[in-house]
């Protein structure tokens, strides 16, 4: 029985750590939690108001403490609204990640096996670059994960001014590797940086700098950067 994520969910984790807690907060200002809806076969979703598309990432069975991807549920398989999970289905069969290539995840032996589910949604939405994840209570036991894919959610674009945090915020979701957190950030920001085995250094979008510099035992030490024109 699994206790932890192996280190390929991990390593695919924390490339995405960072930019996907920026990616959440951008998406919880346009879809406020509420009441909500969801029509599968038309791959909509509904809540506060607002009609969006999505697709269905997987569902967690609280009782069982056990995840199930959306390609995989038998009365599912093959409709368009599980087309997002069978994308990640690929890409843990291309990189050697179990979590993302099997059907299920039996999750009884993590301590908190909710959170656990939560950290399979967050890293379905960063393979698939999705404007974020959707959770809800689908009924007594179980909870429903949803990507959105749809331009009314807008992508978080990358701000001097946030970025040290999400950076942060990054780099203690999974506590792998902070130093895969923050070129994930960048790679997935399209910022180009330079590289050493102490720092990374980048010059971004609009102007300015910013470095961010590691401890000797690869934690992030600091996040300095000057604006253009400041």
């Known amino acids: 029985m699994m206790s932890?994520?192996?280190d390929a969910f991990l390593r695919t984790a924390e490339h995405h750590a960072a930019w996907g807690a920026e990616q959440l907060e951008a998406l919880e200002k346009v879809l406020p939690a509420g009441p909500w809806?969801?029509?599968?076969?038309?791959?909509?979703?509904?809540s506060g108001g607002r009609t969006v598309r999505v697709g269905l990432l997987g569902t967690y069975d609280e009782s069982e403490r056990s995840w199930l991807w959306a390609w995989?549920?038998?009365g599912l398989r093959g409709s368009a609204v599980v087309a997002a999970s069978e994308r990640i289905a690929e890409f843990g069969r291309s990189n050697g990640v179990p979590e993302l290539r099997d059907a299920g995840v039996d999750l009884a032996g993590f301590a908190d096996p909710?959170?656990?589910a939560e950290a399979l949604a967050f890293v379905g939405m960063g393979v698939l670059g999705a404007a974020g994840y959707i959770s809800q209570e689908a009924g007594p036991g179980t909870r429903v994960y949803f990507a959105p894919d749809d331009p009314q959610i807008p992508h978080a674009e990358l701000?001097?001014?946030?970025?040290?945090r999400f950076l942060l915020?990054?780099?203690?979701?999974?506590?792998?590797s902070p130093y895969a957190v923050v070129t994930g950030y960048f790679a997935h920001h399209g910022v180009p940086a330079d590289l050493a085995a102490d720092?990374?250094?980048?010059r971004l979008p609009g102007g300015g700098t910013a470095e961010v510099t590691f401890d000797a035992l690869g934690r992030i030490a600091a996040?300095?950067?000057?604006?253009?024109?400041?």
Not at 223 to 230: D, E, F, I, P
Request: aromatic share 6%; hydrophobic share 35%.
């Open 4 to 6: 932890t994520f192996t």
């Open 37 to 46: 809806t969801a029509d599968l076969d038309q791959c909509v979703y509904r």
């Open 72 to 74: 995989a549920n038998p």
């Open 114 to 116: 909710r959170r656990a």
């Open 159 to 164: 701000d001097p001014v946030t970025m040290p």
């Open 169 to 176: 915020t990054g780099a203690g979701l999974f506590g792998h």
């Open 199 to 202: 720092r990374i250094s980048v």
């Open 223 to 230: 996040v300095n950067g000057t604006v253009s024109g400041a």
